[in-house]
């Protein structure tokens, strides 16, 4: 095989206790799936699931005990965090059910939705679609995976977000609206998942803005911190 020019390196994260990392194929995020988070954002919380990707080279991968870096992008100012829960697909499959799905998990990691709010409202407003508030450059920081069998009970797992050492987010991933399982069933119907995807569950509340220079650490329990700063613009 020849190409016309050199392929883009595939986007790939390290897996905790082990050399071979996890190449990435898709980023799909949910919308809207914690109910404290939905009602910030001006609804009840009582919906179906709904999905947005994320271009797979939107990783900014930091491995544990460093600090990422991520840069402010343009067009924004308001620049939002969303601490979340990370599913990394190691088997795939269509029309999974709830009670099948564990079968398909690979592992887990904490992640970071990084959002253009300002973009993203506006996009809302005129019924069109998110890409630029939520696909852009570097929006989806994430840590290394952790084997599903290493990981605990993330169901149940506290989550949370600290923005230069203050807390912004704190919650629990038992408080999912649609829990992992029932994601995974949820948007297996509509694609056919493939290993390497990658599910950003959703954030709980108390999302807000970040500006240059500051420094976010988050975390699931069991899955230890991601750390990431904002560079200058
Ligand atoms: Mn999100």
Redesign the pocket.
Known sequence: MSYVFQPAPAPSVPVVGRAERFPVRRIY???RNYVEHAQEMGFTGREPPFFFLKPADAVVVVNEGETGAMAYPPMTSNFHH?I?LVVAIGKGGKNILAADAHKHIFGYAVGL?M?RRDLQGEMKKQGRPWCIGKAFDQSAPIGPITPADQAGDVNKAPIWLQVNGKDRQRSNVSKLIWNIAETIEHLSAAWELQPGDLI?S??PEGVAAVVAGDTLVGGVAGLGTLSVKVQGA
């Open positions: 995020c949910v919308g969303e979340e939705d959002t950003y959703g954030t």
